[in-house]
Nanobody
Framework: QLQLVESGGGLVQPGGSLRLSCAASGFTADYYSIGWFRQAPGKERAGVSCISKGGDNAKYADSVKGRFTISRDNAKHTVYLQMNSLKPEDTAVYYC???????????????????WGQGTQVTVSS
């Protein structure tokens, strides 16, 4: 079964760090771009970051540039999102998704992302 599983969420104080992981199983996610998205209560799901299949191209939402870093280890079939200098407004459920349709690293459209994980909660609060 094709599956993405996120982990690494939790409660952290403002200014703290977390590293999220997105592990793929049942399909070769190495062939696809992977994106991280988040959804806060009462808000629409929004793109956070994405990385191309080879890892040579990455994009970030303006709100996380300079604080978040995306990377991938294709040998482990895992994509990571290192989140530093966390702010309360980063609180959300974070999802990873694979674009198996177009193979593109994009943040403003969900069209190609047809494999989604179940999400992991990130709460930034003192």
């Amino acid at each position: 079964q094709l599956q993405l599983v996120e982990s690494g969420g939790g409660l952290v104080q403002p200014g703290g760090s977390l590293r999220l992981s997105c592990a793929a199983s049942g399909f070769t996610a190495d062939y696809y771009s992977i994106g991280w998205f988040r959804q806060a209560p009462g808000k629409e799901r929004a793109g956070v970051s994405c990385i191309s299949k080879g890892g040579d191209n990455a994009k970030y939402a303006d709100s996380v540039k300079g604080r978040f870093t995306i990377s991938r280890d294709n040998a482990k079939h895992t994509v990571y999102l290192q989140m530093n200098s966390l702010k309360p407004e980063d609180t959300a459920v974070y999802y990873c998704a694979a674009d198996t349709v177009f193979g593109l690293c994009v943040l403003k459209s969900f069209r190609g992302y047809d494999r989604w994980g179940q999400g992991t909660q990130v709460t930034v609060s003192s």
